[in-house]
């Protein structure tokens, strides 16, 4: 994957230095082409020798939900004549990591074994951007394999809360 990453890297920083302030607003547009562009037989389609750039262009245009304003359709175009759009789920992540850190923010990912309450994802929220000294965009997946209790992933650092971690903590110690 670090080819794709590498591959993104210069377009995420050109598409967040042309949004400027906008940054949100491509956010929005860059995400929904990244889902549409996650889909593997239009890659397929994308990639095929007969498939033209206008007529790849109009199927991904067709398909989004939204229209595209005039900077999403030239970006779009780009990355169809340059062969890139199997890289656009990765460029919006890193376009997303870029916008964060203009803002002061940073994704966190909550692993959960049980759906959890809107409140109590704010009181965790809370607790969270305190532990980690910086705000947090929180997403939360379910891993019922955890038992109970959250695992917590910032970028590079890991906060296993879960009870999955804890009888593993505990085999450890019984057989060392």
């Known amino acids: 994957m670090a080819e794709i990453a590498t ?7 050109a598409l967040f230095k ?3 302030v906008d940054a949100a607003g491509v956010a929005s547009w ?12 239009l890659r397929q389609f994308a990639e095929a020798p007969q498939s033209s750039p206008t007529q790849v262009f109009d199927v991904i245009t067709g ?15 780009t ?3 340059n062969g890139r759009v199997a890289a656009l789920p990765e ?25 959890i309450e809107p409140s109590a994802l704010a009181e965790l929220s809370g607790v969270l951007e305190k532990r980690f000294g910086r705000q947090l965009n929180l997403q939360v997946q379910l891993q019922p394999e955890l038992i109970g209790g959250v ?15 804890r009888l ?9």
């Open 7 to 13: 591959i993104a890297r210069p377009y995420a920083d």
């Open 18 to 20: 042309a949004a400027g």
């Open 30 to 41: 860059l995400d929904e082409l990244a889902a549409v562009a996650g889909n593997e037989q």
């Open 63 to 77: 398909v989004l939900k939204n229209a595209l304003p005039e900077m999403g359709q030239n970006f779009l175009r």
């Open 79 to 81: 990355v169809i004549e």
């Open 91 to 115: 460029i919006a992540a890193q376009f997303r990591v870029l916008k964060n850190a203009q803002q002061g923010r940073f994704d966190a990912v909550v692993y959960s074994a049980f759906d």
């Open 151 to 165: 695992r917590v992933v910032v970028g590079d650092e890991v906060l296993d809360t879960s009870i999955k971690a």
């Open 168 to 176: 593993e903590q505990m085999k450890v110690a019984l057989t060392a």
